[in-house]
Structure formats: C-alpha cells, structure tokens
C-alpha cells in the first residue's frame, strides 16, 4: 500500500517540476500585466500618478465614445461569429467530400490564417482603397463602376476581411468535428429513410454542438480583441464608423497619453468577454450531446 502512494507522489512532484516553466511564463507575462493594468486603472494623470479609486469606470460607463466603441465592436462580433460558423460548416462540408484535389483547397484555404494581420490588413488596403486600390484600377479599366465600401461600409469590409483571415481555421476545426462522427450513424438513418438534408439537422448538425461551442467561443474573444482591421486598413474611420474598443483604448493611452482610463477601459472590456464565455459555455453545456 506504501508503495503505489510513493510512487504517486513522486509523479505528481516529477509533473509539478515540468510545469513549473509555464506557470513562470503565465505569471511574468499574463497574470502580472492584468494586476498592474487593474492597479493603474485606479490612478489618473499623465503617468498614473495620481490616485482616483473608481473614478476612470465611472467616467467610461459614462463616456458616449466607449459606450459607441462598445456598440461598433458588439456589431463587429456578431457578423464575425455568424460568418465564421455557416461559412466555414459550409466549406467544411463541401471539403469532407471526396473531391478532387480538395487537399489542395484545404491548404489554400488555411494559408490567410497563418499570415499575419499586419500583412492581411495592408493587402486588403492596398486592394479596396477608393483612390489608390487596385480593385478599382481594374473595375475601371473593365469599364465597370468603382467601388467604395471603405466609406459606405466599413465596418462590415472590414468584417468580410477578418472572416476571410479566419473562416480557414473554423473551416478545419468543422471538418475535424466531421469526420469524427461515426459513419454508422448515417448508414442507420439512410436505412430508416432519411434524406441528406434530414440528416445534416437530426445528426451532423447536433453532433457538431461541441466543435460548434469552440468556434463560436474563440470568434467571440477574437472579435471582441479585434484592433489590426481598424488600425491598418480603415484608421478607426471614416469618422468613428469602425472605432473598435481595444482601437479605442489604444488612442485613449497612447494619443490621449491617458493610462489610467484607458487601462480602465481594459479591464471593463476583459469583464465583457468572460461574461460572453461564461454564458456561452453555460448555454453549451445544457445542449451538450451525449454519444
């Protein structure tokens, strides 16, 4: 009896040795930062010097141009979210079948998800820019009329870019979801009578409810950080149409020089995206399917 007790401490203290790197690497660079951003949130004045208790949430609870930010970014979110489950299910499903050279689309489908957004966001500006954009050098060569959705859509142009970044990954975490799904499941339900259609909603569909919790979960925390889309290609513009809430707090510390708010503003914006997890993984687990 002595022995398997031995042995089991001498795992758990062998496990606890090899984690210790990534505990250090969470606490230096996670875990403090958010400390020192909640402690500056506190303080006001050019160099946060100066104390002001909660003074910056009540001031941005307040602030017409968070709240505006907040709005921007909750529209920028839900097409993100919605875009990235039907568009990259419907990719997924197209891909899962035994198409020719569908390895190839596959590739090629997850190539913008590697690149970086820097990269992404001054390719689609150098595209879509009214004046200077490639897209309409070659609608008006064509004869065709000339596009302008950086100023009649912004928010929604920049959407459609970040969902063709992403809809790659979401694309590959579906077909990972599909092919995990036993083949006899379907075989039984043709069997019964079942048409593709009364398959995809009776079986595909709710056994998919996992892969879809994670996509729309990580579409939610990304859409809420979302700030390269703004910055690169639109500048928060035109006027505050696609003002973001981490470009908000980015002009708000690093324009505005005041860190003290805009740390403020950080910390409301982290308490707004782990309400939306909780809630989602809450509503996950009462629809969670039992194989």
């Not at 709710?206 to 996509?215: Q, Y």
């Not at 690169?232 to 020089?257: E, M, W």
């Amino acid at each position: 009896m002595l022995r398997p007790r031995t042995l089991s401490g001498r795992y758990a203290r062998t496990a606890y040795l090899f984690l210790i790197p990534a505990i250090l690497f969470f606490a230096a660079f996670f875990y403090l930062p958010i400390g020192n951003v909640m402690a500056t949130s506190l303080r006001t004045g050019p160099q946060a010097d100066q104390w002001a208790g909660l003074g910056n949430y009540t001031q941005a609870l307040a602030d017409p141009a968070v709240r505006h930010s907040f709005l921007v970014t909750a529209v920028f979110s839900v097409i993100v979210v919605l875009g990235s489950i039907v568009l990259g299910l419907a990719l997924a499903l197209v891909l899962d079948q035994p198409l020719r050279g569908r390895v190839v689309f596959r590739v090629l489908l997850l190539v913008p998800y590697l690149t970086s957004v820097a990269i992404v966001g001054l390719l689609w500006r150098n595209i879509l820019d009214p004046e200077l954009g490639v897209l309409n050098r070659v609608l008006s060569a064509a004869g065709l009329p000339e596009q302008t959705w950086l100023n009649t859509s912004p928010l929604l142009t920049i959407a459609a870019v970040t969902l063709w970044q992403s809809v790659g990954y979401t694309m590959v975490l579906f077909l990972a979801g599909l092919q995990g799904i036993p083949e006899t499941y379907h075989e039984a339900a043709k069997i019964d009578g079942a048409d593709p259609w009364r398959r995809f909603w009776r079986i595909t569909l709710p056994l998919l409810a996992p892969t879809t919790l994670f996509v729309s979960v990580m579409a939610v925390i990304s859409g809420l950080q979302a700030f390269g889309q703004a910055y690169i290609i639109t500048n928060g513009g035109p006027g505050d149409a696609t003002d973001l809430s981490v470009f908000h707090i980015f002009n708000v510390a690093f324009r505005a020089r005041d860190f003290g708010y805009s740390s403020a503003q950080s910390v409301l914006l982290l308490i707004v995206i782990v309400a939306f997890t909780l809630v989602q993984l809450r509503a996950g687990r009462r629809g969670e399917v039992t194989y």
